[in-house]
């Protein structure tokens, strides 16, 4: 299983003060001390950056069967029964706040890629995705939503790495880390509405990935709150969901029936 790698800043020289000094070079001179609030900007850096390159490595969950050709369709009796558990594209309609906004379109993505494989009428949730695009003006964002969202497609790894260097280079970190949880959430509530259809199309090593993104998330958001302090009550609501360490399919399909109540509540949280 791939593990989160996180670089630590191990130390920082202090420098000191030599304004009051007569010893030292004269290239000391006027020097001030490094304060704790400039440790912890580096040391944000850091981290920043390596969880940059570990979000990169979060993958989608795999909703449907692969077939021969690499692609991912659901059987025509299985797409008789539609879902009724994904979001009302409305939603779209009340939303007031930057997070707000970033954390529904992550869901309402999530929600498109199953009308697409139940072939479902989902004009209302291109409409509701872009309307929260115009609103939100995010070129990055934009990017994102405009590929082919399929589970086939081969290059959606490359688009989602661009699109995290470029949230990051525009200091929307915190909006990405809250979209990619809400996006996860999401996912998972999916999962546990039809366990028994989905658990199957995971192999061991999805599973484990589940557990990788969980890992992202949380490392993510506990980083931000540094800087972002409002963001704690999102880390808070997602706690009970970090127990998920599976590595095996049916260590996964357990945990999460066993935090399905925890998933329905962060949901809900999200829509707030």
């Given at each position: 299983m791939k593990k989160l790698t996180v670089l630590l800043l191990a130390a920082l020289l202090v420098v000191p003060s030599c304004k009051n000094q007569n010893k030292g070079s004269n290239n000391d001179q006027g020097k001030e001390p490094v304060t704790a609030e400039e440790i912890l900007s580096e040391e944000l850096k850091v981290n920043v950056s390596?969880?940059?390159?570990?979000?990169?490595k979060m993958k989608r969950i795999p909703f449907a069967t692969k077939k021969a050709d690499g692609s991912f369709a659901l059987t025509e009796k299985e797409k008789m029964v539609k879902p009724d558990y994904l979001l009302d594209p409305a939603t779209a309609n009340d939303l007031i706040s930057f997070s707000q906004k970033y954390r529904v379109i992550a869901?309402?993505?999530?929600?498109?890629?199953?009308?697409?494989?139940?072939d479902m009428a989902n004009t209302e949730y291109k409409n509701a995705i872009n309307k929260i695009l115009v609103d939100l003006n995010d070129d990055a964002l934009n990017q994102i939503a405009s590929i082919d969202w399929s589970m086939e497609n081969e290059y959606f790894q490359e688009?989602?790495?661009?699109?995290?260097?470029?949230?990051?280079k525009a200091g929307r970190e915190n909006f990405f880390w809250e979209?990619?949880?809400?996006?996860?959430?999401e996912q998972v509530y999916i999962l546990t509405r039809n366990i028994d259809k989905f658990m199957?199309?995971?192999?061991?090593?999805?599973?484990?990935?589940?557990?990788?993104d969980f890992v992202c998330v949380h490392e993510g958001l506990v980083q931000m709150i540094a800087k972002y302090p409002e963001m704690s009550s999102l880390n808070e609501v997602?706690?009970?969901?970090?127990?998920?360490?599976a590595i095996t399919v049916d260590q996964l399909k357990e945990q999460l029936m066993s935090i399905k109540s925890d998933i329905e509540a962060a949901r809900a949280f999200l829509l707030k």
């Amino acid at each position: 299983m791939k593990k989160l790698t996180v670089l630590l800043l191990a130390a920082l020289l202090v420098v000191p003060s030599c304004k009051n000094q007569n010893k030292g070079s004269n290239n000391d001179q006027g020097k001030e001390p490094v304060t704790a609030e400039e440790i912890l900007s580096e040391e944000l850096k850091v981290n920043v950056s390596n969880l940059a390159e570990s979000a990169k490595k979060m993958k989608r969950i795999p909703f449907a069967t692969k077939k021969a050709d690499g692609s991912f369709a659901l059987t025509e009796k299985e797409k008789m029964v539609k879902p009724d558990y994904l979001l009302d594209p409305a939603t779209a309609n009340d939303l007031i706040s930057f997070s707000q906004k970033y954390r529904v379109i992550a869901m309402l993505g999530a929600d498109l890629m199953i009308t697409n494989l139940y072939d479902m009428a989902n004009t209302e949730y291109k409409n509701a995705i872009n309307k929260i695009l115009v609103d939100l003006n995010d070129d990055a964002l934009n990017q994102i939503a405009s590929i082919d969202w399929s589970m086939e497609n081969e290059y959606f790894q490359e688009d989602f790495d661009t699109f995290v260097e470029e949230e990051y280079k525009a200091g929307r970190e915190n909006f990405f880390w809250e979209s990619t949880a809400s996006f996860l959430v999401e996912q998972v509530y999916i999962l546990t509405r039809n366990i028994d259809k989905f658990m199957p199309m995971f192999t061991d090593e999805t599973a484990a990935d589940v557990t990788f993104d969980f890992v992202c998330v949380h490392e993510g958001l506990v980083q931000m709150i540094a800087k972002y302090p409002e963001m704690s009550s999102l880390n808070e609501v997602l706690e009970p969901l970090y127990v998920i360490n599976a590595i095996t399919v049916d260590q996964l399909k357990e945990q999460l029936m066993s935090i399905k109540s925890d998933i329905e509540a962060a949901r809900a949280f999200l829509l707030k």
